[in-house]
């Protein structure tokens, strides 16, 4: 069986990523096609894919391409419409919303695609950039009505959906009105590691609008408490967020996965103000290493975090309502072997099986 992968583009690691590497470890003959690869910008992260086949497009060969990933979105049906993946028998597609792999010339093959989520910025959803310009609203609406128009189309390419959370399964029948089955994404747990907790919070990964650091970042501000955030930020909101923050809050950077656990284990807690998550691999991560979350109720979250057993819950995205919950979590003894039992039902082992069952009954 001659297997292809499809990813947006390569230039930073996250969620989508994972599941790409997973993806390659249960096809390992797999070839990789994606609009651009950019290994300069993975940080720690950069060695992950030097061993794959990777196949770009011609976006590889823009000057300044990696500088333009947003407005390059308008060219990426052109893109991937370029691949032509007829040769191959399953095509796997990584759908993280950015792009249109979908729309890649499958022939005979078919094609999987599993779906972090649908084009937020095309449906409503906060994104990591944020317009305040009224002309530019005004293009970008214009823009996005022709972009929602080739991301439905784009959906009729698929032959079967699966989504990351029941979340985004939910997305994929209003906006596609395809059915999807759900895989939860394979989340990546170190040995059991339950570190001794030390007298401060933590917050990380994409440093990005939707995410709710601003949340986070504020709440800290009043309560005076310590907060430990990691990760790299985008659009400028790094520096944003680093210039409202008091000197109890430290940022730490983009850091390894080993660097990233140790962090988790010694933190009192991991909070998460994410609007609208899709699934969400960081809270699950600390809850693998002991660790209780503190989280926003909205989004794939609320399909990991136990309440009252492997974390909290806030109503209401503001620091006000963050804090209400932070104080009553200082209260609040949970068991951490709770939290590592919950986290291992998100293992790779039941991620790659389900995948596997997945190609077998399309083959």
Known sequence: MKVAIVHDYIKEYGGAERVLEELVKIFPQAEI????YAPEYLGPHRKRFEDYTIHTSWFQKLPYKQKFISPLRILSPFAFRSLNLAGF?????????????????????????????????LYGYRTAREVKNVFAKIASNFVFHFLRVVDHEA??????FIANSDEVKARIEKFYRRDAVVIYPPVTLPNV???????YYLAGGRLARAKGMDVIVKAFNKNGLSLKIFGKGFAGFEEELKN??????EFIGEVDDEKKFEFMSQAKAFVFASYDEDFGITPVEAMGVGTPVIAYRSGGVKETVVEGKTGVFYDKNTPE???????????????P?????????????????????????LQ
């Open 33 to 36: 096609f994606t609009t651009l």
């Open 89 to 121: 028998d399953v095509i796997i597609v990584s759908q993280t919303g950015a792009y249109f792999p979908n729309l890649v010339k499958k022939g005979k093959a078919r094609l999987i695609c599993y779906t972090h989520t649908p084009p937020r910025y």
């Open 193 to 199: 590691v339950k570190g001794k907790k030390e007298d």
């Open 155 to 160: 959906s009729k390419n698929v032959d079967q």
């Open 321 to 335: 309502s963050l804090n209400v919950e932070i104080e009553r979590f200082e209260k609040l003894k949970l068991n």
């Open 244 to 249: 409202m923050a008091h000197k109890n809050i």
């Open 337 to 361: 072997d709770d939290a590592v039992e919950q986290a291992e039902k998100f293992s790779e082992k039941e991620f790659d099986k389900k995948i596997n069952e997945v190609v077998e009954k």
